[in-house]
């Protein structure tokens, strides 16, 4: 009996997708999904095609809405030519979504917010580490903040709860999705094997030795849903990582093996700039190995790789809170970058 009708808005993209094909397998729950474009995704999810910065089309599009229980606001806003988050649209998304949605929905429960560990700083500079969620915030004003102010104070006497969860390095299985660090990996493993190289680590050498943390996005969509339907979480957020701490160092010469190619050690690069014209050997391999027609573009998000392995100090949340609440699921991110490439390679995507 399909109890609950999420909303799961970001539904086209990396978090959204995956909780909305999650939730959608658990039986008790109904989804509509929402973006402004995108595939349609399994059976069982409806989507809707809307812009949340748009409060006329969201006031609207609002009776689609009755009925909601839960809202998972996993929806992004960045300018095209931009990968930073503004926080004018990014509040509007969320206060137009949860208005429209109280508007005709009296059954709402719990509004979720995905958030990150930019919340404590990690993409700005070396910062405390492990972050815990009661750490104070950086000076500097962001979207987190703003979503997480307005909603704290526009649920004070609300019947309904609100949690929030703050990942970081989501990897997952969507082929589709190119922003991805098993893709980068993938397709940059693949193209120095081509060439006859070692597996060179291309970032610095300072990020090959740090501490870094992932979370799969099938996990965070499982936290995601505890999150919201266990009491205790109710107006509490929470650092989701996989549970575990990886070296770059560590980790390299276990890809290679899996590769078979030799661990090459750090050659710093950028690979944005290094890549641009390898177009011809992706192709060349793309047609040896009869893989899925990737155009080179759409094969992996190289700058997004740069972002990744140059950081050069700890990247680290305290997960401790998350377990003292009963979320005890954790995973091996070794094992799951392993499992990653190896879905690629089953897909066709690589040799
Ligand atoms: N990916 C990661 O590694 C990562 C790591 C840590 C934290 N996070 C956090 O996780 C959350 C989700 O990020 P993500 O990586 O899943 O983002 P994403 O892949 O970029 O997806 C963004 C989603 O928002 C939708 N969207 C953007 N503008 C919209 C608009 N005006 N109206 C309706 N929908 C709109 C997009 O669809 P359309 O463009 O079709 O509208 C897409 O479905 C964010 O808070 C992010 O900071 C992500």
């Known amino acids: 009996m399909k109890r609950h009708l999420a909303l799961v808005s970001g539904a086209s993209g990396v978090v959204g997708r995956?909780?909305?094909?999650?939730?959608?397998?658990?039986?008790?729950?109904?989804?509509?999904?929402?973006?402004?474009?995108g595939q349609s995704l399994s059976a069982g999810i409806d989507m809707l095609h809307l812009d949340l910065t748009d409060a006329g089309a969201v006031h609207a599009a609002a009776e689609r809405f009755n009925g909601a229980t839960h809202i998972f606001h996993c929806a992004r806003y960045t300018f095209a030519?931009?990968?930073?988050?503004?926080?004018?649209?990014?509040?509007?998304?969320?206060?137009?979504?949860?208005?429209?949605?109280?508007?005709?929905?009296?059954?709402?429960?719990?509004?979720?917010?995905?958030?990150?560990?930019?919340?404590?700083?990690?993409?700005?500079?070396?910062y405390k580490t492990p972050a815990?969620?009661?750490?104070?915030?950086?000076?500097?004003?962001?979207?987190?903040?703003?979503?997480?102010?307005?909603?704290?104070?526009h649920a004070r006497e609300k019947p309904w709860t609100w949690s929030a969860s703050r990942p970081h390095g989501i990897c997952d299985t969507e082929l589709a999705i190119v922003r991805s660090m098993a893709r980068v990996i993938s397709v940059y493993?693949?193209?120095?094997?081509?060439?006859?190289?070692?597996?060179f680590f291309p970032g610095s050498e300072a990020n090959f030795r740090a501490l870094y943390q992932c979370t799969d996005a099938a996990h965070l969509a499982q936290a995601i849903e505890w999150m919201a339907t266990e009491p205790r979480c109710a107006n509490e957020a929470f650092n989701v990582t996989n549970g575990d701490y990886i070296r770059w160092m560590n980790l390299w010469p276990q890809f290679a093996r899996w590769f078979g190619m030799e661990p090459g050690p750090v050659r710093s690069v950028r690979l944005a700039q290094a890549m641009a014209d390898k177009g011809p050997v992706w192709a060349r391999i793309v047609e040896t190995h009869g893989l899925l027609p990737t155009p080179f573009e759409q094969a992996a998000a190289w700058s997004y790789g740069d972002f990744i392995f140059n950081a050069g100090y700890d990247i680290m949340s305290d997960t401790t809170k998350l377990r003292r609440y009963g979320f005890g699921h954790a995973v091996d991110t070794e094992a799951m970058f392993l499992r990653l490439f190896e879905h690629f390679r089953r897909s066709r995507i690589i040799p």
């Open 18 to 37: 995956r909780l909305a094909e999650h939730l959608a397998q658990q039986g008790m729950w109904r989804v509509l999904g929402i973006a402004r474009r």
């Open 132 to 153: 815990k969620e009661s750490d104070p915030r950086v000076l500097l004003a962001n979207w987190y903040y703003a979503q997480e102010d307005w909603l704290i104070e």
């Open 189 to 199: 493993a693949t193209i120095c094997k081509a060439l006859g190289m070692p597996l």
């Open 81 to 126: 030519e931009s990968t930073t988050e503004p926080i004018g649209p990014n509040l509007d998304m969320l206060r137009n979504l949860v208005a429209a949605t109280e508007s005709v929905s009296p059954s709402l429960q719990h509004v979720h917010l995905v958030h990150g560990s930019k919340y404590y700083g990690s993409d700005l500079g070396p």
